[in-house]
């Protein structure tokens, strides 16, 4: 009898969700048309995304031309490791990614948030099967009110449902309101955001000795991830790794 209900129960949210898409298509999350394809991307627009898949740094998750087996690394992670430990990111951050993350950062659109967070997951699968705590990039109290979301904390928090993993999106607090980092090098964004982060002392406790998963939406050159990083382990934590959506790649990567 409770077999039954339960598959009449299933057949009934099928049925209620065909609906909706029926009478409310997805909207693509490239061009923004509905009904597209099935589901959130049409065909042509997820085969156009390159989603980071084959073997990549350890360190820093650039993909990798060939397999040099477990832990290898990249040139630059070997000349300059990152404070982190691993990090890994879903896809490349370029043309056909870049309305995905855009319309997600500047917009707030959060229509295709469980979608990215189970690109992300199956990205940092290792990181997040030994985590004991995620926690997003903060935003300044200041703009965070201004803007009304921080999209980190969005896929943060759907990381966390999805895996089990505990998420405390006020662990880490911006200290102070830093200039925007777009159209920066690599070592102005290290300066802009020195010193900028810090654990929130409520979270001390639930941070020491702990493995931290760092959330982000993109990484660029990593200065906001590695300011973060610092601020955590400074506060005791055991492990930093940082999983990202997306992440920039250049021929010759620098992450720090």
């Not at 060939?66 to 070997?78: E, F, K, R, S, V």
């Not at 295709?112 to 030994?130: K, R, Y």
């Not at 929130?200 to 200065?223: E, F, M, Q, W, Y």
Request: proline fraction near 6%; aromatic fraction near 4%; charge should be positive.
């Amino acid at each position: 009898m409770g077999g039954d209900m339960d598959l009449q129960g299933r057949m009934a949210k099928e049925f209620l969700r065909g609906l909706a898409d029926f009478l409310w298509p997805p909207r693509s999350l490239v061009s923004g048309q509905r009904g597209a394809g099935k589901g959130p991307l049409a065909p042509s627009e997820f085969a156009a995304i390159g989603f980071i898949s084959g073997p990549v740094c350890e360190s820093c998750g650039s993909p990798m031309e060939m397999d040099l087996g477990p832990g290898a690394q990249c040139a630059p992670c070997i000349a300059r490791p990152p404070r982190w430990a691993r990090a890994r990111a879903a896809m490349v951050y370029e043309q056909a990614s870049r309305r995905i993350v855009l319309d997600l950062k500047r917009s707030g659109r959060r229509d295709g948030i469980q979608v990215m967070s189970g690109w992300m997951a199956q990205a940092g699968q290792a990181l997040l099967a030994e985590a004991d705590l995620i926690i997003p990039v903060p935003l300044h109290y200041t703009r965070l009110v201004s803007r009304g979301f921080n999209q980190s904390a969005w896929l943060a928090m759907a990381l966390s449902k999805r895996t089990g993993v505990p998420c405390r999106v006020s662990a880490l607090k911006r200290k102070r309101r830093t200039p925007t980092q777009g159209g920066l090098s690599a070592r102005a964004r290290r300066r802009n955001v020195a010193g900028a982060f810090a654990v929130s002392p409520r979270a001390l406790g639930h941070v020491k000795g702990k493995r931290v998963v760092l959330i982000d939406d993109v990484l660029t050159t990593g200065a906001t991830l590695s300011a973060c990083t610092r601020a955590l382990l400074k506060a005791g934590a055991q492990q930093v790794d940082v999983l990202v959506l997306a992440r920039v790649v250049r021929e010759t990567d620098v992450t720090i």
